[in-house]
């Protein structure tokens, strides 16, 4: 558990199946380690969303 914790430090995350859905852009979730919020890129797995980009869940 707390290697695999380790790796959400370095924005090494695996999304919760459950909480995956489609926004119109991306996949979005949350990290089934940590729960932070996460967004699939094209290329390079799953990376917490960055303050550069648009909210992943919209009120």
Do not use: D, Q, Y
Request: glycine share 12%; with cysteine.
């Amino acid at each position: 558990m707390i290697g695999s914790r380790l790796v959400c430090l370095f924005n090494r995350h695996r999304p919760a199946r459950e909480t995956v859905e489609w926004n119109g852009h991306a996949f979005v979730g949350r990290c089934k380690r940590c729960g932070v919020e996460i967004r699939r890129r094209e290329v390079g797995g799953w990376r917490r969303r960055t303050s550069g980009e648009e909210p992943i869940f919209k009120p």
